[in-house]
């Protein structure tokens, strides 16, 4: 839908929804070729990629951005992988891209969450138990992922990791601050490796995740790369991939930068 009005000659499409709606939008306007801006009314399970454009989760702030924001060019990440019936696929991000334990939370988070958690609450709150409930639930449970990554013309490395992701902007997770130096218009994604910690040590470091301290961590590091190249370290093994908060296939995979690439209706 937003493909065919992009080429229509619409100028601004609102996506109306979470991280999957809003990234699902931005890929049909960049399929089409033209430069048409993309709006934001948040609503949805996750709202991360809102969070570091600074666009309020209230319907009414948001809707007055759309009216008098400034448009602002950000960059996207085009990555290539296998998808979940064994084909190759490409398709662009805005936010973080991962493998590791992120994906078991997102699938529980998916799957419902925790069933003590009431009907009626707010749909805000509700995404953040859930993924906090999630995160918990899985850190008692998993085991690290072992991966070979390339940062652009660098030597590969085996990394054993909790968590690896390719950020393009600062939020994953239900609010994690995973990559808290991340620039949309920077031209690189912030490579952030979490490595292979204790169930007891995941839980406990959490906040710091939350808040965008845990980049001091020895077992955290953090690189700048334009391109990235990630796979099993063990042939047979199938490491699934997340993408702005959904599930859409496995490694390996290549992840590119291209700058300013999608026009923007925000705050900042």
């Not at 931005?26 to 430069?35: F, P, T, Y």
């Not at 290539?80 to 991962?98: P, Q």
């Amino acid at each position: 839908m937003a493909t065919e009005a992009a080429r229509k000659g619409v100028n601004l499409i609102i996506a109306c929804g979470g991280d999957g709606t809003i990234s699902e939008i931005a890929n049909g306007i960049l399929d089409s070729g033209k430069d048409v801006e993309l709006g934001i009314l948040p609503s949805g399970t996750g709202g991360d990629f809102r969070k570091t454009l600074e666009i309020p989760s209230q319907p009414r702030a948001a809707a007055r951005i759309l009216r008098t924001g400034r448009t602002r060019r950000i960059d996207v990440g085009r990555v290539s992988f296998v998808d979940n019936d064994g084909a190759e696929v490409t398709r662009y991000f805005l936010g973080v891209a991962s493998c590791g334990m992120s994906t078991k939370v997102i699938q529980r988070v998916k799957n419902g969450g925790p069933d003590w958690l009431p009907v009626n609450t707010p749909q805000w709150l509700g995404g953040r138990v859930s993924f906090g409930e999630s995160l918990v639930h899985n850190a008692m449970r998993s085991e690290a992922t072992r991966v070979v990554v390339q940062l652009d013309d660098s030597h590969e490395r085996q990394l054993s990791v909790v968590n690896l992701c390719i950020a393009n902007a600062r939020y994953f997770g239900g609010g994690m601050k995973i990559a808290p130096d991340a620039k949309l218009a920077d031209g690189k994604f912030d490579v952030v490796s979490v490595g292979d910690l204790s169930a007891l040590k995941i839980v406990t470091s959490a906040p710091r995740v939350y808040l965008g301290s845990h980049l001091s961590m020895p077992e955290v590091s953090h690189s700048l790369a334009k391109k990235v190249i990630v796979r099993a370290a063990t042939r047979d093994t199938q490491v699934p991939l997340e993408i702005d908060g959904e599930l859409p296939g496995y490694l390996p995979a290549t992840f590119q930068i291209i700058p300013s690439a999608l026009k923007v209706r925000c705050n900042v």
